[in-house]
Each structure stands twice: as structure tokens, then as C-alpha cells.
Nanobody, 110 residues
Framework: QVQLVESGGGLVQPGGSLRLSCAASGSINAMGWYRQAPGKQRELVASISSGVGTYYVDSVKGRFTISRDSAKNTLYLQMNSLKPEDTAVYYC???????WGQGTQVTVSS
């Protein structure tokens, strides 16, 4: 089973930036970033795959960029112009075989 380890979360002021990383113990393919805010359901934020390309939920379009480095087995999420409503635990996900990271907290607050 592939192990996924996220890093890069933290506290940032509104308008700031963060880059999340997800290091995989094996080869990566179709991957995604999800987030879950307190009291809310987990939602797909962005995904990337060779066949489909990239997907972004409307609320992050133009601000977030998903990318991957297959040579390093690492997935990234560049988050710019962060807003308080982006505050959540962010999870890395591999679609097949299914695997989840442990999550990393992102807090956007002044």
C-alpha cells in the first residue's frame, strides 16, 4: 500500500500563500487534494491525471495550482491569495489504488 505524507501547512494571513507537498512511497498517478473544514464534509479541491488533466473546484480557480513531479513521487498544491474560508485540514489522495495522507492543517487568519 502506498503511503502518503503531507507537509507545508500552517498559519498564514489573508492574501498570503502556501505550498503543500505530498510525498508518496511509490509511483503516483491520478491524485487529488481534498479539504475538510470543521462541521463540513470533505470536498475535492483539485485533481490531476494524465488522461483528464487538472480539475479545480470553482472556489479555488485562479488561486490554486496542482502539480506533480513523477520523478520525485510528489504532489503539490500551490495556494495563493488565501482566504479565511480556505481554512481546513488538507488531505492528499491517490485514486487508484486508494490511499489517503494524514492531513495537514491550513489556517488563514489575521
Amino acid at each position: 500500500q502506498v503511503q502518503l505524507v503531507e507537509s507545508g501547512g500552517g498559519l498564514v494571513q489573508p492574501g498570503g500563500s502556501l505550498r503543500l507537498s505530498c510525498a508518496a512511497s511509490g509511483s503516483i498517478n491520478a491524485m487529488g487534494w481534498y479539504r475538510q473544514a470543521p462541521g463540513k464534509q470533505r470536498e475535492l479541491v483539485a485533481s490531476i491525471s494524465s488522461g483528464v488533466g487538472t480539475y479545480y473546484v470553482d472556489s479555488v480557480k485562479g488561486r490554486f495550482t496542482i502539480s506533480r513531479d513523477s520523478a520525485k513521487n510528489t504532489l503539490y498544491l500551490q495556494m495563493n491569495s488565501l482566504k479565511p474560508e480556505d481554512t481546513a485540514v488538507y488531505y492528499c489522495h491517490m485514486f487508484f489504488p486508494a490511499a489517503w495522507g494524514q492531513g495537514t492543517q491550513v489556517t488563514v487568519s489575521s
